[in-house]
């Protein structure tokens, strides 16, 4: 299967694709538009709350929380539109593990439709690396087919031999934070120069923060003098516990 663009599965009418009624067209842009009914795209699991403008975790008044003020990750700003619960996770896995372009093409439209671009728009983007082995196993890398839906709309450079993911670290849905980190010590490598670009870094979902921590931290010792995060979903303290 080729997953060239994303954005090609929109072009035909669809019904909603969570409820299979009719679907209403909320459109981002004249390109992009997203197959939802007004009830279900209501139904999303949004997420307004103020947060960290770090790791938007939710803290009052988008103050910092005392994670980042004690242990600060290695990124310096979280963009995220939607909160990691039902029915974004099953779409989220219908792209991801069925190979779902319709589903992903959703969920790329509902990103930009929430997400203002930073103010100033950083210098290169990358998505979040996938291991060869994972990738010859799922067929693509589910963060770039995001990014390049993104790279489209607010015209950032995509680079897409930036970084490498160097272990296959195996799942860590359940560990926490410190074992996660522990975990992917040494696990992205990049021959790039970096030195003084602001690189904002594409993935689907932050859970803990440690893959994003990892990959900044690598981008940073090549001389990145700010990272940004860019995901679908940050998945809240009670949907980890």
């Not at 299979?20 to 007004?38: D, E, M, V, Y």
């Not at 103020?50 to 700003?77: E, K, M, S, V």
């Not at 607010?154 to 031999?161: C, Q, R, S």
């Not at 993911?165 to 926490?176: E, H, I, N, S």
Request: hydrophobic residues 40%.
């Amino acid at each position: 299967m080729h997953f060239s663009s994303l954005k090609r599965v929109w072009q035909a009418a669809l019904p909603c694709m969570l409820c299979g009624g009719r679907s209403s067209t909320h459109t981002q842009t004249a390109h992009i538009s997203i197959s939802l009914c007004h009830a279900c795209h209501a139904d999303l699991p949004w997420y307004r709350s103020a947060r960290c403008p770090q790791c938007a975790l939710p803290t009052g008044n988008n103050a910092y929380c005392g994670i980042c003020l004690q242990h600060a990750p290695a990124f310096d700003h979280t963009l995220a539109s939607l909160r990691y619960a039902f029915p974004l996770n099953r779409l989220l896995h219908q792209f991801k593990y069925q190979q779902d372009l319709a589903a992903g093409a959703l969920l790329s439209g509902l990103l930009l439709q929430a997400t203002e671009p930073p103010a100033v728009l950083p210098d290169s983007m990358i998505a979040m690396p996938m291991h060869a082995h994972r990738l010859q196993q799922r067929g693509f890398n589910h963060a770039l087919e995001i990014a390049k839906v993104i790279q489209s709309e607010w015209k950032i450079p995509l680079i897409t031999d930036g970084c490498s993911r160097l272990t296959d670290t195996p799942t860590q849905a359940r560990l926490d934070l410190k074992t996660r980190i522990l975990s992917l010590r040494s696990a992205f490598a990049t021959e790039k120069n970096w030195q003084g670009k602001h690189v904002l870094i594409v993935d689907d979902v932050m859970t803990t923060g440690a893959s994003m921590h990892a990959l900044a931290k690598t981008i940073k010792r090549a001389g990145a003098r700010q990272v940004t995060a860019l995901v679908l979903a940050r998945t809240l303290k009670e949907a980890i516990d």
